[in-house]
């Protein structure tokens, strides 16, 4: 028997116009909403959700996520089996819905198996959007080995690694054929240095030309994407050119880029918290001075990039890309955008800009006939107060995940 929901007497949050709307009651069937109305149908087995004046409002996206890292020591994660890597796996899945996040993209680790564990109901978790590995170059920003350590590019079959070492135009097209045939819903680069790999400085520029307009290729033959690991201008302006499409991180980026960006249609995703976690705990973590120096200067750089991309016209997605026990700050990313965003512009970031890098347009980040029920009742109203969506999920007395309810307290 199919499981129908009447949710009335409170606000709805409309992502579209960024109000709150009164008066409105929502339906869902199954695990679909089925009507937004004044008054809607109410089957008899319809079980009624009163919202008591409180904000009814779509299910989160985070558009940089790593599920696999569960743990902050990359190698263990790396050459755990694979059956302890997706139990785990579930766990961070587990954590991040209680949150409100109803929806995942990953960018590097999570296979076609942890998205069929959330659709038939074995894992407790989000909608989950995959890529399969990041491809990086040998040396690059997924490849975790010290520079004394010679072995070919090892483990990178299992699940719990980000990313795997491929070097060549034709190499890349192999790797992104496969991962499109693994069920990949985009492809993931490492085009840039990072913060927590060993060999790469942040100004690095990895791949060559024809190896990301390789990639393209194949991503856009198959209807699909590419999306980019970039800090630097540089590095975001050649990515541009050559037809990625999103960009995360973007740090560094400056208005010119930023305006061609926005131009060329391209999505970025920011990720401040990542670097303000690090700086908090990377000491205890035993980071070294070259790793600190990584992160002053991408985080430095954070809250001006969010200034050029917003006055650009940049569409930008919410992301986190917190690693291991670093999960703890995964609402911080909230207190960050407020010092640059209105609660309105963070809102649809994290619903209908999310939704559009993941192809669900229409389906999430949305109340509305025919996207899924995945919805989020929040004690008071977030576009005056953002600090509701932080506390993980404190503030959400119900969160319901493609038709399911995941949370309910009084």
């Not at 990625?244 to 740090?251: A, F, G, K, M, W």
């Not at 503030?395 to 493609?402: K, R």
Request: include cysteine.
């Amino acid at each position: 028997m199919t499981t129908s929901f009447v949710f009335t007497g409170g606000k709805i949050l409309d992502t579209t116009e960024g109000i709150l709307r009164d008066d409105l009651e929502v339906l869902v069937v199954g695990n679909t909403i089925a009507e937004v109305a004044q008054t809607v149908s109410r089957p008899e087995i319809a079980q009624v959700i009163d919202l008591a004046g409180k904000t009814l409002m779509p299910g989160m996206i985070d558009c940089h996520v790593h599920v696999v890292a569960e743990n902050l020591d990359l190698w263990g994660n790396m050459i755990a089996p694979s059956s302890l890597s997706a139990l785990r796996s579930a766990r961070v899945m587990e954590e991040s819905l209680q949150r409100g996040f109803t929806t995942l993209r990953d960018l590097g680790g999570a296979d076609h198996g942890l998205v069929l564990g959330v659709d038939q109901g074995l894992i407790n978790g989000p909608r989950l959007i995959i890529c399969g590995k990041g491809l990086t170059t040998t040396g690059g920003h997924a490849d975790l080995r010290k520079r004394t350590d010679d072995r070919p590019g090892i483990m990178s079959e299992r699940l719990g690694s980000m990313g795997l070492i491929v070097d060549g135009v034709d190499n890349v097209r192999a790797a992104c054929r496969s991962f499109i045939k693994e069920g990949a819903h985009f492809i993931k680069v490492m085009a840039n240095g990072g913060v927590s790999s060993p060999n790469d400085p942040i100004h690095s520029i990895q791949y060559s030309r024809a190896e990301i307009e390789a990639m393209v290729e194949e991503a856009d033959n198959a209807g699909l994407y590419v999306s980019a690991h970039v800090y630097t201008d540089k590095s975001i302006r050649r990515c541009v050119e050559l037809g990625v499409r999103s960009l995360e991180h973007c740090n560094l980026i400056e208005p010119d880029t930023a305006k061609l960006a926005a131009e060329k249609g391209c999505i970025a995703v920011p990720t401040l918290v990542a670097y303000d976690a690090l700086a908090l705990e990377g000491e205890a973590l035993g980071l070294g001075a070259a790793e600190f120096a990584k992160i002053d200067t991408v985080r430095s750089g954070g809250l001006r990039s969010l200034e050029i991309m917003r006055d650009a016209g940049l569409p930008m997605a919410f992301g986190s890309d917190l690693l291991g026990e670093l999960r703890k700050y995964h609402c911080m990313e909230f207190e960050l955008l407020a010092k640059v965003l209105t609660p309105a512009e963070i809102i649809q970031s994290a619903t209908l800009v999310g939704a559009k890098l993941c192809h669900l347009e229409g389906k999430a980040g949305i109340i509305a006939e025919g996207a899924f029920a995945d919805l989020i009742v929040v004690d008071g109203n977030p576009l005056s107060d953002i600090s509701l969506l932080q506390g993980d999920g404190m503030h959400m007395p119900v969160i319901m995940a493609n038709g399911r309810v995941v949370k309910s307290r009084p």
